[in-house]
């Protein structure tokens, strides 16, 4: 099945300046936008009522103009899918599992996480102590109120209708915190995973379908969490703490397609697997995705799937020689990770070794997988929080990226944004 956009882009965006300050000036714990802040956040903005006495309401004015701004740019340069750039987010996953009922985002130390658990590794070297993590606090959790329908009704607002169609927002994995974590949950609570992640699949896919009713018909589920399967040193730490792998990769399987199951058929819905991305280039986990690629592509629901394959750490195109004929991949060609641009051409030959790949394996041609099967992409958002990019990223660079992306299709599927 050809994939919906032959030049995607993953979500977030580099903010401005006014977005980045505003919310340093919020005093937001960690950097989110809430439905209000905690008593300790109430306090320290009590504190700084002189040199502001809304913080909150700053932020909102300043997230909004930068979205605005930021959707306008992507319509004049009619750069597909359109994204709000993840402004209204501190960090990608940031709002959902806070609007969970009996549910709690709190900070944690890291012993408390699985032992060399790959996000807290480059934490760890800069001498940080812990950050939040989410814990049921009651027998059911349940998604009352959508997490991100307002912002998808502001986004919304601002398009003409024929590209409310081509717009895309995303959402976290149900299993987003379960992986992290030495003990996910009290048996006070749930009686198994199975039984906790069943109520959070269900509240993922309740958020999928309220922004569907409301017009939203292409979704990106991001979970960097399912390259650390393929990561050689974490995979090494789990066999010596007695961490069963090949049962958590069927947990979350089983999550994911639980959250995905009988959704509409014009609704696009992708999975998103990079393998981190912290400011300044600094990359989470290393290793091919043959590790997880027949189980990924052939258990799960999943038509789209995103995939990091902009250096040596994501290994070769191997792994593709999994994928069904009636799926896609989005290539992440080019790196969001740093500043310098890509020779057109060269990518242009890396899409046709991936497209070889996928022809190996399914015993067709190279112009079936181009035609069935492919599209390109950055690797990964540019921001994947309020914070810095890549090293030397600017918002221009980021521009020139996305339309190197774009000219890179047109190349390879000649007017396909014309259809």
Known sequence: ????????????????????????????KVDRLRSGPSSHEKGAAADNNAQDDDPLNALKTAQDAAIKDVVREQLDRNILPVVTGEYERGIFYGNFFEALSGFEVRYTPFEDFKKDFPTNRPLLKWGVPGRDAGFPTAQKVTLEKSAYLDDWLFFRNLLPKDQIKNAKMTVPPPGWWHIQLKQT?????????????SDLSAAVRKEIMTLYDHGLRVVQVDDPNLSFFCDEEWIATCKTEGVDLDRLLELYIKSHNDAIQDLPSDLHVGVHICRGN???????ASGSYERIARKLFNETAYKLFYLEFDSPRAGDFTPLKHLPVDKAV?????????AELEDTSELQKRVYQAADAIA???????????????A???QCGFASDHSEGGVGMSRERMWEKLELVKRLSEEIWPGWNKK
């Open 278 to 284: 912290f400011p300044n280039g600094v990359g989470l």
């Open 360 to 374: 190996q394996g399914q015993g067709r041609t190279r112009e079936d997988a181009l035609r069935d099967n492919l």
């Open 330 to 338: 989005v290539l992440g060609v080019v790196t969001t990770k740093f």
């Open 1 to 28: 099945m050809a994939p919906p956009f032959r030049a995607d882009q993953v979500g977030s965006l580099l903010r401005p300046k006014s977005l980045v300050d505003a919310r340093a000036n919020s005093t937001l």
């Open 185 to 197: 949950f009290s048996p006070d609570l749930f009686p198994s995973d199975e039984a906790l992640l």
């Open 376 to 378: 390109v992409s950055p």
